[in-house]
């Protein structure tokens, strides 16, 4: 009957002569499919486009694990994939590249996904996990582990989750005064940055400069000698955290409409912002543990991937495809750059997104509008 | 400020009241232990001067604001006892600046309307179709279904807000000053529409307006507030007087019937203007209308 | 509130920004009693910071050091050669830091606004990281000239950047053309002391921000440096107050909205570039000391500005002496002083007061 067609449809096709006797066919945008009662809405770009991204992901990735100081042809590398390893693959595929590889895209993912929330939670662009203080308190953690404990990685990422989590819930806290306003969430995060950076740079100027490399290096947020360990945190994080995170594209789509609006169409508007912060927050987490903060992903994820998307909504899905490829490529780029010398990957994202964003500038006709 | 009625209502229903409402910003009171019944199927309009809370008492009767003390009434169950979706079933809200996301189309907004009817499994259903398509047709925004809602003109945007809450297809609507901003046609326009709701489907709609004269025009029942409560309470005849409009406004005017629809029209006599000689008293003219209706 | 004191129908846009102090605009009564309480600060801070340190010495002692010098007296020396350079520079830096951010919130119409934005900081590191690896340089006279060029330089890309495209630095652009540029710098400087080990390990006490070990060269080399940014900022301050109107609302008023933008961001690089010169990058002064003295002196940045710079001396001068108190006999960095301190000081502010709006 009355199913809809693709989105080109222009406005010419809703003259009023069709819709004067019976309900005209409503032209929503994207595909809607249903089923005996149950129905859903699927937009195709969005969908081409992560489906594009993945194949990039993929591509980077085998040949990330091919180059290094021992490059293997492709060839073998996915034979080792598949299970035919040769002698000196299987070493290096297995236990050295793969693993970073993977920790690399979830990671990507991850921080790609808690930025695009944040932005859209704030209005800005310019958002991300670090306003709630949490990525501050997650180096303070990491640092007062390296510094003080002599900590193992394991530990550390514990000790920067713990921080995280920390300074999180304490400027929420603090922020929170009938209710959180973003303003005073901003202020109070940056107050609350402001203190955290002075310790750790009072223990910066006090450890000794091995454990000040140490910590130096965790800052930048690295993938170095991350192992299957690590993979398996990322994968069962991502397998809880991800499905939520697109629940709550539902709710950043109707929170988009404002606060007034949104609770009068039957949102509960601070239990859902509580949710998206948790959510937020709880990606952040997994990708600081996993890998330590790295700069950029976080900001750049989002805005891509909705002009990618060519759609104003928040577009959580794509912005983790978009993060986890940008961290792949990164990370290729930060080993082989200086090789033999291998960078942190932290390093490269902030290398590539700082351009982007100041071409994003010269090229934006309208100011704000990322 | 005790209510000054002019007539009593209690033949007629009231799905909506607000009883003994305190309603305050941070300590700062601005409404003051205000009662208010919402007669059913008829358009109220709320009026008064800038900060005299009718906008808030508005919020608070869309479930936004909680009351300091005393509470708002919606079928019989305190408001904020029910679930936020299931008061979205019954009352609609337009809030006074609603934000459009940026590149949203007509149509994609229309339905966002639909929220409190979807779940996650069911995000667009024939019934959702249906409501969407009537909205459209109903504010006469079909033709502009797959426009941007920015590159809209100030009514046409407009129109579009109301088609949102329509397509919730709630039976009470609350719009916040939804003409402020706008051209007198199009001002006509939004009002003329907001009558057909209330007279084709008995809609009960309150509406917070600026224009005393549009007021008088288009509502059943009229509410005019000064600092945080209720002057005068009824029907546009009774309640717009000179002497309603110094109290609330602090305005001296010369109250005459609207040649047009027969309501109340307020001229307004500026401080600077003296009365002009050929035309009666104020008191006396006042005195006239109030008879003749 | 009488309904014939409003007037009907005014723009919802207009902003009304009120002190959070007592709730009512400031009159001049207010705003003089400000600045008195400011100067008698500026003095204590100066008093105390020259008596105050990992040694206590008394009020009599410094006033004769000050008045009747005796090179033999340790007490003297202490004074004279150690405390009087620090205590100026304090109040060089502490100034120009203070100034500097009620400028850049001015430009940026932006009351988060920091100095650093415009990747003053960021420029000045990298440049100094450069510096240490390349020239071996470690001393702190000698980084300031390539922490002052590295800053100028950065902030002349931003602007220019902020510039690119259709509406000329607008202050939205000019805060994402900052946060671009500072965060690349960042990330080479990072990665310069990743690659050296003994680069790391004397840049991160100049990064840390301390005005420990400069001697009064270094206060000398700047000074200048900051009277003039000193003078272009309070030159501007009309004009920037025009633009906080808006754009259109300035241009209406005769204002030239791009020369008062190029004279605020060469002020603000003036005086932010000297101050990370001479003390390394300091944080929290540029943000929140403008942000605050708003709030009792309201946004006429005429005001703002000469307040903000003796807020900013005040504070940075005691938070230094506290940093000498707090770990005798050795000492805390001052950059790390005024973010410990300032950091929740300012959140107890937020929670207490109505601060200005974003």
Known sequence: MTLLDDLHRGADDLATSESSREVAAVSISGRVIRRRGFSVRLDPRAIGVCVGLAGLIVIVGLWSISVGDFPIPISDVVATLLGNPTEDSEFIVGTLRMPRVLVGTGVGAAFGMSGAIFQSLVRNPLGSPDIIGFTGGAALGAVVMIVYFEASALQVSIGAVAGGLIAAVLVYLLAWKRGVQAYRLVLVGIGAGFAISAVIDYMITRAEINDVQRAAVWLTGSLNGRSWDEVRIVVVALAVLGPLAVLMQRNLDRLDLGDDTAAGLGVNVGRAKLMLVLVGVGLAALGVAAAGPVAFVAFVSGPIARRLVSSPRACIVPAAFVGALVTVVADLAARRLLAPTELPVGIMTALIGAPYLLWLLTRQARTGAL | ?293 | ?358
């Open chain 2, 1 to 293: 400020m005790t209510a000054t009625l002019t007539e009593s209502n209690g033949t007629a229903s009231a799905r909506l009241r607000a009883k003994s409402v305190s309603l305050a910003y941070d300590d700062h009171v601005v409404v003051d232990h205000l009662d208010l019944d919402i007669p059913d199927g008829k358009v109220t309009a709320i009026i008064g001067p800038n900060a005299c809370g009718k906008s808030t008492l508005l919020r608070a009767l869309a479930r936004l604001l909680r009351p300091s003390s005393g509470h708002v009434v919606l079928d019989g169950e305190l408001i904020h006892k029910r679930p936020t979706k299931d008061v979205a079933r019954r009352l609609g809200l337009l809030p006074q600046t609603p934000i459009a996301p940026e590149g949203i189309t007509v149509v994609d907004l229309v339905a966002r309307g639909r929220t409190p009817h979807q779940k996650l499994f069911q995000q667009w259903s024939t019934s959702d179709e249906a409501a969407v398509s009537a909205a459209l047709e109903a504010t006469g925004t079909s033709a502009l279904a797959d426009r941007a809602v920015d590159e809209l003109s100030g009514g046409q945007r407009q129109r579009v807000w109301i088609a949102m809450a329509l397509a919730q297809e709630t039976e009470l609507l609350l719009l916040d000053e939804p003409t402020t901003f706008l051209d007198i046609a199009h001002q006509i326009d939004v009002l003329d529409l907001v009558d057909e709701l209330n007279r084709d489907r008995g809609r009960t709609v309150v509406i917070v307006l600026h224009d005393l004269n549009l007021a008088c025009r288009y509502a059943d029942h009229v509410v005019a507030m000064r600092d945080g409560g209720i002057v005068a309470v009824g029907r546009p005849a009774e309640v717009i007087t000179a002497e309603t409009v110094r109290d609330v406004f602090g305005l001296d005017s010369m109250v005459i019937e609207d040649p047009v629809s027969s309501t109340p029209l307020v001229v307004p006599i500026s401080a600077r203007r003296e009365n002009a000689p050929n035309l009666p008293s104020t008191q006396r003219l006042g005195a006239e209308t109030e008879t003749r209706s």
């Open chain 3, 1 to 358: 509130m009488g309904p014939t004191t409003e007037s009907t129908g005014a723009p919802r846009t207009v902003r009304h920004i009120e002190p959070a102090v007592g709730g009512q605009p400031a009159g001049w009564s207010w705003r003089t009693v400000g600045v008195i309480v400011l100067v008698a600060a500026v003095f204590s801070a100066m008093l105390l910071s020259l008596a105050v340190g990992a040694k206590t010495i008394p009020w009599g002692t410094v006033i004769d050091a000050v008045t009747a010098y005796d090179v033999e007296v340790t007490d003297h020396l202490i004074v004279r050669e150690l405390r009087m350079p620090r205590t100026v520079l304090g109040l060089l830096v502490g100034g120009a830091l203070g100034m500097a951010g009620a400028l850049m919130q001015g430009v940026t119409r932006n009351p988060l606004a920091d100095p650093g934005l415009l990747g003053v900081n960021a420029g000045a590191s990298f440049a100094v990281v450069v510096a240490i690896w390349s020239f071996g340089i470690t001393s702190v006279s000698g980084l300031v000239w390539f922490a002052f060029v590295g800053a100028a330089l950065t902030s002349v890309v931003v602007f220019v950047l902020g510039t690119a495209g259709r509406g000329g630095a607008t202050p939205v652009r000019l805060a994402l053309a900052g946060a671009a540029l500072a965060s690349l710098l960042f990330a080479l400087t990072r990665a310069v002391t990743l690659l050296d080990q003994s680069t790391l390990d004397q840049f991160r006490f100049w990064s840390v921000g301390s005005l420990a070990g400069r001697g009064t060269d270094v206060a000398g080399h700047v000074a200048p440096f900051i009277v003039v940014g000193a003078v272009l900022a309070i030159g501007a301050a009309r004009q920037l107050n025009a633009l906080a109107l808006g754009e259109d609302a300035a241009r209406a008023l005769g204002t030239r909205i791009q020369m008062t933008r190029l004279v605020s961001v060469v002020g603000i690089t003036l005086l932010c570039g000297s101050a990370v010169a001479a003390a390394g990058p300091i944080g929290f002064v540029g943000l929140v000391v403008p942000h605050t003295v708003r709030a009792w002196f309201g946004p006429d940045q005429q005001w703002l500005i000469p307040t903000s710079a003796l807020a900013g001396a005040a504070f940075l001068l005691l938070c230094d002496t506290a940093g000498r108190v707090i770990a005798r006999p050795g000492e805390v960095q001052v950059g790390i002083m005024t973010a410990a301190i300032g950091g929740p000081a300012f959140v107890v502010l937020v929670r207490r007061t109505r601060m200005a709006q974003l």
